[in-house]
């Protein structure tokens, strides 16, 4: 919905992207480049295998930099002043010094017990904990094009090659180079091209004059190299040019919406067709796919002719020749395979199926996969009995336990350090080993989550110490002192960190303007 408004927005307000624009972030992508140089059947490839064409691919680009204009515009529009770096350098910059040692939860609560009468008062204080999981099973009728392929005749398969071949005939593959000035009036970018032509011609190397002259900052670098070309990479004036030259000739001045080129035909191959053995195969499944595709249509209308209003699938499994089956039981978490689908679930325990015990309607789960489900069997979430869950209810009791058991040891200890003892003399006799860290930092790593939380708002004395108590995710207890604690300054920082910062900063303020501004949007 946000990117519908937005890109409703920058239509409206006249955005627009060039097609050169797109063409040279294209051949400068190195996704799609082959030994450094833009591969227009690596393009191509890569496109096909995601299901998309050239033209949804420059579609979906056009969209994403129209809507990153109106991104970037709000985010540069965003400044934090001194001030507001000095108050985020002075919280997020704060040090100390901190000692700390763990009293662990493991090996703790040797001589833990759990009353009875603790237990079962538990379980009537928190009995809707311990409900089972409504579940349900269900028969069903599954239908899949893949299961429709019939064998193919190896003459058709031969047939269908022979045709693929056909079409690589002409099918060639342009090398390009170009020289590109984008920056000049017409007439003297024309004057300057023909005179680079005619440096080309007499022998001066195309690569080096590309080089030093062209203001194409992706392929200046690599002698104007464009790699490939099947016909369709270039704007079309760029295109046509191309094609009228032979190897190693060089075209007069052509125009683009990019600027002005000269085009160089750096090699012309032409694509070869892979054997039929490497294609076999892909063609054979294609075949198949092809037969079986008017008759999965067919059949699947048919099965949610014969299972609506149906009293069961009986009819429609012996009319299509489909295997009734059943499924495990799952719930309204889902269970596994297509059982682990919402629509699946949503359909299994809506009203249809669970209430009126009717077959689902013809449920969709891919365009080769299609699927009708009738209930089989209900359990209701039921009240388990205390001695179902008495043996959980006692681990869970005694791990609280325990855990109180070293929280307040932890407690104890920070008595004694309240009482003047040094920490090391507490850890040593208790057994412990004090970890030292100087010049901690805010969110720094080196010391449990949760305790680099805890010394941050721990309240400090007026000499820059405290001390406290922390319980970790685990159960461990830690006990803990500070001092040295330092204010972070911004003059303190370097240049460079001070910029980070700033940066930082004007991202958080801009986040927070760009939620404002889709807010807007949704709301007018």
């Known amino acids: 919905i946000d990117r519908t408004l937005r890109r409703q927005l920058v239509e409206r307000s006249g955005y627009r992207v060039g097609e050169a624009m797109l063409i040279q972030l294209i051949i400068d992508n190195e996704s799609f480049h082959e030994n450094g140089v833009f591969s227009q059947s690596r393009f191509q490839g890569i496109l096909a295998s995601n299901g998309m064409s ?16 109106v991104t970037n515009g709000l985010e540069v529009s965003e400044f934090a002043t001194d001030v507001e770096l000095g108050n985020v350098a002075r919280l997020t910059q704060q040090t100390l010094n901190v000692q700390y040692f ?6 703790a609560g040797a001589g833990v017990e759990v009353p009875a009468d603790r237990i079962a008062a538990y379980f009537e204080e928190n009995k809707s904990e311990f409900l089972t999981e409504e579940t349900l099973q269900v028969e069903y009728l599954e239908l899949k094009l893949a299961d429709l392929f019939q064998p193919v005749a190896e003459a058709e398969v ?10 690589f005939e002409g099918a060639d593959e342009r090398h390009a180079a170009h020289i590109m000035l984008s920056s000049l009036p017409d007439e003297e970018a024309q004057a300057r091209l023909v005179a680079l032509r005619e440096r080309a011609l007499a022998g001066e190397d195309f690569a080096t004059l590309a080089r030093e002259n062209s203001e194409d900052a992706g392929s200046a670098a690599s002698g104007g190299d464009l790699g490939f070309s099947s016909g369709d990479a270039f704007p079309a004036e760029f295109e046509t040019a191309l094609e009228s030259l032979a190897p190693g000739e060089v075209s007069a001045p052509v125009k683009s919406e990019s600027g002005w080129h000269l085009v160089k035909l750096l090699e012309l191959r032409q694509q070869t067709a892979p054997s039929f053995e490497e294609m076999r195969a892909g063609i054979e499944t294609e075949l198949q796919r092809r ?53 699946v679930i949503a359909a299994a325990f809506g009203e249809d199926v669970l209430a009126n015990r009717q077959n689902s309607e013809r449920i969709e789960l891919d365009d080769e996969h299609v699927v ?15 001695a179902e869950v008495e043996a959980r209810i006692r681990d869970l009791l005694r791990e609280s336990l325990v ?61 820059g110490s405290g001390r406290g108590t922390v319980v970790t995710a685990s159960g461990d207890a830690l006990v803990y002192r500070f001092d040295n604690f330092r204010e972070g300054a911004l003059e303190k920082l370097p240049a460079e960190q001070r910029e980070m910062l700033g940066e930082l900063l004007q991202r958080s303020r801009a986040r927070e303007v760009q939620a404002h501004y889709q807010q807007r949007l949704r709301e007018s």
């Open 54 to 69: 050239p033209a949804q691919f420059k579609d979906l680009m056009r969209e994403d930099m129209m809507i990153s204009q």
């Open 102 to 107: 763990s009293v662990p939860v493991e090996g």
């Open 158 to 167: 031969r047939a269908e090659y022979e045709r693929r071949v056909a079409s």
């Open 291 to 343: 037969a079986a595709e008017p008759v999965f249509v067919e059949r699947s209308d048919r099965l949610a002719d014969l299972t609506f209003n149906s009293d069961d699938l009986a009819e429609a499994s012996s009319a299509l020749g489909l295997e009734r089956k059943l499924s495990p039981e799952f719930g309204r978490r889902g269970g596994e395979g297509m059982f682990a689908d919402a629509r």
């Open 372 to 386: 009708v489900l009738r209930l089989k069997e209900h359990k209701s979430a039921r009240q388990q009995e205390l």
């Open 403 to 463: 855990r109180e058991e070293v929280r307040t040891r932890a407690e104890q200890l920070l008595a004694e350090l309240d009482a003047g003892r040094s920490i090391e003399q507490i850890a040593t006799a208790a057994g412990y080993e004090v970890k030292v860290i100087e010049h901690y930092g805010r969110d720094a790593p080196g010391v449990p989550a949760e305790l680099g939380e805890a010394l941050f708002r721990t309240p400090r004395d007026a000499d």
